[in-house]
């Protein structure tokens, strides 16, 4: 017979001590570690003195950092600190593609998580019930920290849709749409289509520094309004880009939200949802299922749906055909036509 592995409990010790990597980040953006180590301060010496930090405390910090492979040693030896290519790219303050926002975002979460025990039992996120309009100003600056994650994502989406090739000349809306990343990716990748942007006023103020960026501004509309209030015109546009918006909604938002979308669409239109789709029976291990649990902690009725569940709800609001198109790794596009 075959022999069998040791049984061990790594993966539970694992679980357990995995909030040690994400506080030693919190703390190492909290005092802007990696910003001055970046302007040159790379000795033990000239970053306490910069920082106004205890040395052993800071001295045992950047330990840390090493240990989890976000600061490495300078030639190996010594109390001088190097980044590594990724940290000095996205956590480097003064950086483009900083994601500052992302790590904030992250910290937030993690306070409510400590609170999923009450969640369950009660079935209401941290802090209560509250509609999308009560957390405008946390998608504000949430919507910055997701560009820089989202940027690829949205240009490997466009390159699945065969923006400039199969679908041309398309006027889209972007639906809570954020920084615009997404329709920015699909309006890059076809010189002749057009987006609508709709989000909250404050939102759509931070999209529009990333539509300029991009160079795109003459092609873009923007749309500031509570989706919850939002009256859609009838056969305006091309293609509906829902991404990452079901799933902070919950079923009964997003059954009407899709309703909206099908007699906004022009004939042979399509909704294009892109989220974390969990398998139809729910059953295998990932992120999808994870994020679920996020969805139970930050909203009143959200959750993540299956590809059987959207198929429905789609086909109810009207659409006939239907495409499936796995973005990257547990990034998937589920697509209504018209």
Known sequence: MPKTAQLTSERIQDALYGFTRSQILFAALDIDVFTHIAQGEETLDALTEA??????GLRILLDGLVGIGFLQKKNHTGLHYELPEDVARYLVRNSEEYMGGMVSHCKRLYENWSQLTDAVRTGQPAGGAH??????????????????SNYPTAKKLAKVLEMGKSLKDQHILDVAGGSGVWSIALLETDKSSQATLLDFPTVISVAREYVDHHGLTDRYHFWPEDLEETEFPDATFDMVILANICHALGPVATQRLLQSMGKTLKPGGRVVIVDFVPDDERAKAGWPLIFGVNMLISTPEGDVFTQAEYERWMREAGFTRFERKDVENEVTALIGIK
Do not use: P, Q, T
């Not at 920082?51 to 052993?56: E, G, K, P, Y």
């Not at 509609?131 to 997701?146: N, P, Q």
């Open 131 to 148: 509609g999308l309009a009560a957390l405008e100003a946390f998608f504000s600056e949430l919507v910055k920290g997701l560009y820089v």
């Open 51 to 56: 920082l106004d930090v205890d040395r052993r």
